[in-house]
């Protein structure tokens, strides 16, 4: 079962080498979006440093969820989908191997590029490690949770706006400790316990999501 | 191996066919009618009319008797519909997933009801239509969440996929309907000091009390109704070529 999630890893990460495109356009996004807050709301340093956390927060939410539409579309349409799910393995198992490579591809990379973005919006330099921690714990349950919702909309037209409108609202838990844990270490706050509620909701999704999202596969 | 353990009663079953649940529900939602009916007029009415005022709230208290039923109903409705998805991709049963799909925008409206109803209720008391309540937030949350069901159960046009759609995302949604809470709970006493909290409420004279029991009770009972009443339309729709529905009485008017 490994082989087959290592398998799939490898097939998916080549595909979207090939077509950078689709990886490369919601970290764009992501980038886009940070710096229309300076532009809208003011390039004062005192807000936007207040701000800061949010906004990266729900800017990574977003790009995640721009690429989650991807997860199962192209295999889908070109009919390998129904061949992995007959295949002799556990579907929440392909399940999950999709999902780590949509974290390596999304989450991973809005990672490494929040430091950059954090010190955009003049986050203190002290919360960006804090930044970090708790974008690597949250995004991989936005990926997690985005699967489901991929799965669902899955062969549905207009598939991209409502995987939004389904996801958002799960979301929530995610972003309100994620933007805290961030709002935390600004104040010289500890935050052990924000980076633990993430990790929670991190296997607690980790439990639940390959399962219900294989379900929606086979609807 | 021996699995009457888990055999489910011989009702259980019966409640999956069409034509049985539509016969059974017949009489039913009558009861439900008229029990809603009596239970809210008296409660509305001894509420409204009756009930002494709120010694610092005055008048506009009343509309509690509209608001907090509602906000209760909201939460048990999404629960009724994830239980009856649940039901539905366990036994496979259609009927159980038009109960779901009926839920919908039942549930909606009523958090809609709550919403509204405690906008126009926090203008006299709070001074302001909305404020960043732990409870306000997360039954907007729930709003978004019965509009994303809405969403996904009009988007696929096969109703049984459907179904099994709406079901699946109904479980997701009613796991995660506790945590949303206390993550709003926990980020509403980080972000901000509530200056009003809707949990510690002075405790109510029974002349209060008891109106607000009957107008719950009667609710319930309002949702039953449409709930099968809702349902009963759907089997009508999808069941038109089924021989017990062309020779059934409602359909030939005999």
């Known amino acids: ?68 539409e991807l997860l199962f579309k192209h295999d889908h349409q070109d009919g390998s989908l129904e061949q992995l799910l007959l295949a ?76 939004t409108l389904l996801i958002l609202p799960l979301y929530v838990p995610v972003i309100i400790f994620g933007a805290s844990c961030v709002a935390a270490a600004v104040l010289g706050m500890p935050i052990s316990a924000y980076l633990a509620l993430l990790a929670a909701l991190l296997i607690f999704a980790l439990m639940i999501t390959p399962w219900a999202a294989s379900a929606a596969l086979k609807l | 191996m021996n699995n009457d353990k888990w055999r489910m009663p011989k009702w259980f079953h019966q409640m999956g066919s069409p034509k049985w649940f539509y016969e059974f529900a017949g009489p039913l939602q009558l009861w439900f009618a008229l ?14 009319a009756f009930a002494p005022a709120d010694y610092q709230q005055g008048n506009s208290f009343r509309i509690l008797y509209v608001h907090v039923p509602a906000a209760i109903l909201s939460q048990s409705v999404f629960l009724a519909m ?65 509009a994303g069901v809405m969403a996904l159960n009009q988007a696929i046009t096969e109703r049984n996929t459907a179904g099994k759609a709406t079901a699946i995302l109904a479980i997701v949604g009613s796991i995660n309907i506790p945590i949303i809470k206390y993550s709003v709970e926990w980020w509403n006493t980080l972000h901000q000091s509530s200056t009003f909290s809707l949990t510690q ?38 069941q038109t070529q089924t021989s017990w529905l062309q020779q059934h009485p409602d359909v030939t008017g005999t």
């Not at chain 1, 490690?129 to 949770?145: E, F, H, I, K």
């Not at chain 2, 009926?102 to 009801?113: D, K, L, P, Q, R």
């Open chain 1, 1 to 68: 079962m490994l082989g087959f999630m290592m398998v799939i890893i490898k097939r998916d990460l080549l595909l979207i080498a090939r077509q950078p495109a689709d990886f490369l356009n919601p970290l764009v996004f992501f980038v886009l979006v940070v710096a229309m807050f300076p532009l809208g709301v003011s390039p004062e340093s005192a807000l936007l440093s207040q701000m800061a956390a949010g906004v990266i927060w729900v800017a990574a939410m977003l790009a995640t969820l721009l690429s989650l």
């Open chain 1, 88 to 163: 002799p393995y556990p579907n929440w198992s392909l399940v999950l191997a999709k999902v780590c490579v949509h974290w390596l591809v999304s989450g991973l990379p809005l990672i490494l590029l929040s430091p950059i973005m954090a010190m955009m919006l003049f986050l203190p330099y002290d919360a960006v490690p804090a930044l970090m921690l708790s974008l690597m714990l949250g995004t991989p349950t936005l990926s997690l949770l985005g699967a489901i919702g991929a799965a669902l909309v899955t062969g549905v037209r207009g598939g991209g706006m409502l995987l």
């Open chain 2, 35 to 48: 029990a809603a009916f009596i239970l809210l007029s008296m409660g509305i009415a001894w509420g409204v």
């Open chain 2, 82 to 146: 994830a239980v009856a998805g649940a039901i539905g991709l366990i036994w496979k049963m259609k009927v159980a997933f038009m109960v779901a799909r009926s839920c919908i925008a039942i549930g909606a409206s009523f958090t809609a009801i709550a919403l509204i109803t405690g906008a126009i209720w926090g203008k006299p008391t709070w001074g302001a239509y909305w404020v960043w309540d732990a409870r306000l937030t997360s039954t907007l949350i729930l709003l978004f969440l019965y």
């Open chain 2, 201 to 238: 409420k002075p405790s109510m004279p029974a002349e209060m009390y008891l109106p607000l029991l009957l107008t719950v009770i009667g609710s319930y009972c309002l949702f039953a109704f449409v709930l099968l009443v809702r349902t009963r339309n759907q089997i009508l729709q999808t």
